[in-house]
């Protein structure tokens, strides 16, 4: 294991480090100096140059650094098809106000705008991503049905009005999920989002003043949109609400957003994934860039909320959340006080974090490097990249539970299951030794999530 420093950003809405910010605990947690009166956004933990980890042994060498001088550690299959670059970026986000009105561009467009503005856009990656709540959390992703969005048309006046009449009809013509109704949702957004500035603030100030004469009827929307009047007072962000989903998440729950998808985080904390990009698309609830033609014009339009995921038992204490998306997929290891489990060797690298608690944890790998532990003493806020092909033997501490979280590549990118012989397991057989047919295979009585081996000495493929 390699342990590692990383930064943490500060943006605007972020929450305040003495406001309970996850971000600024985990900071403080590592050993990093935290200003209290500061916001604490987002802790990142990947080799993207804009907030890049560095080892904790050596903080003027990057992981990448690392990384150029010992590509084994990628193992081969994710070397080939990534290169030599950690393919997912991995954060924890504390939320205090809304993030932009903002999408994420494909492959395609990322390489496009690059190119043309590469002080905007800092990398040519696109960038699908997956919010995981480790507290009540609130966002808005996706359009609504086209049924939801001409009923908000016609009963809300000052939405009708900056989108305009045509727009509307069409809205109100249209059938759910149509090319038409796609055109239609196209060009009412299109026509919301651009609108003329003074109309959108006469229209919200409207809107604003009507809600707070019907404070005991409002909806969760409506309650929505006076909050992000206040945070950002006139802003078209706070008409967009109206088409946009509302999602509501508990913890260990989870949303995936593939490219082109309108979205923006309100409030709470998450971990999150990503493929490792920084590209971000704005029009609405920002002081930042607004690149409104942009996104209006790649956004897919397609209609309804995103897909929840509540996450895979795949062994006892782990659970995984895999999204459609080949750079990642996110493990959730929870340890009740004194327990032990194997977290198998994987075939691609691993970044864990120690969310809560203490514990230790014994590494066994093929690859040898000066700065890798083998055992060590874990505790909140660190942070560890895992080699490929290396399995971790976890261990929680005698008086708290212990809770980390690991992202790794989607298991679906590797080769299938290797018909291993028995062998042994941290001194236990594994069973069979052949994949079942539902593609897991069982070691000391768990399951194991396809895409992993068990064999400890593991030889990389």
Not at 7 to 20: E, I, K, M, V
Not at 196 to 207: F, G, S, W
């Amino acid at each position: 294991m390699l342990r590692l420093k990383c930064p943490s950003q500060n943006y605007a809405w972020g929450r305040l480090a003495r406001s309970n910010s996850e971000v600024a605990a985990l900071t403080a947690a590592a050993g990093s100096a935290v200003d209290y009166e500061k916001p604490y956004a987002e802790l990142w933990m990947g080799t993207h140059p804009s907030g890049p980890a560095m080892l904790a042994a050596d903080p003027a060498t990057s992981l990448q650094d690392w990384l150029e001088q010992h590509s084994q550690a990628l193992g081969p299959t994710v070397l080939k098809r990534f290169g030599l670059k950690l393919p997912f970026l991995f954060k924890v986000l504390s939320v205090e106000t809304a993030l932009s009105i903002q999408s994420h561009p494909d492959k395609e467009l990322a390489e496009k705008l690059h190119a043309q503005h590469p002080e905007i856009y800092k990398d040519s990656n696109h960038k699908p991503e997956m919010a995981l709540a480790i507290t009540d959390f609130e966002a808005l992703c996706g359009f609504v049905s086209i049924q939801e969005l001409s009923h908000a048309l016609r009963s809300i006046p000052e939405l009708a009005a900056v989108v305009g009449k045509q727009q509307a009809q069409a809205v109100h013509s249209s059938t759910s999920n149509s090319s038409a109704a796609q055109a239609a949702l196209k060009d009412a957004f299109t026509a919301l989002m651009t609108a003329d500035p003074k109309l959108v603030a006469e229209q919200v100030e409207l809107l604003d003043d009507r809600l707070q004469q019907q404070q005991q009827k409002l909806t969760g929307k409506e309650r929505l949109i006076q909050r992000l009047h206040q945070q950002y007072p006139h802003d078209v962000g706070v008409l967009s609400v109206f088409f946009l989903n509302l999602i509501l998440l508990k913890p260990g729950q989870a949303i995936y957003l593939p490219a082109n998808e309108p979205h923006a985080y309100v409030s709470g904390q998450l971990v999150e994934c990503m493929a490792t990009s920084d590209n971000v698309i704005r029009a609405g609830l920002t002081p930042k860039l607004r690149d409104t033609t942009i996104l209006c014009e790649s956004l897919t339009y397609n209609q309804g909320p995103p897909v929840m995921l509540h996450g895979d038992l795949v062994q006892e204490y782990t659970t995984v959340y895999s999204p459609p998306f080949d750079e990642f997929e996110v493990y959730k290891v929870s340890l009740p006080e004194s327990a032990d489990t194997i977290i198998p060797a994987n075939h691609g690298p691993t970044v864990v974090l120690v969310m809560k608690g203490r514990g230790n944890v014994t590494a066994t790998s093929a690859l040898k490097a000066s700065a890798l532990e083998e055992q060590t003493r874990v505790s909140k806020g660190d942070i560890f990249f895992v080699p490929s092909h290396t399995a971790l033997d976890v261990a929680a501490g005698s008086a708290q539970d212990l809770e980390l979280w690991i992202a790794a590549c989607n298991s679906k990118i590797f080769e299938p299951q290797f018909a291993l012989p028995e062998g042994l397991v941290n001194g236990h057989k594994l069973a069979n030794g052949h994949t079942s047919v539902d593609g897991h295979r069982l070691a000391n009585g768990r399951k194991v999530s396809n895409g992993h081996i068990v064999v400890k000495s593991a030889i990389a493929v």
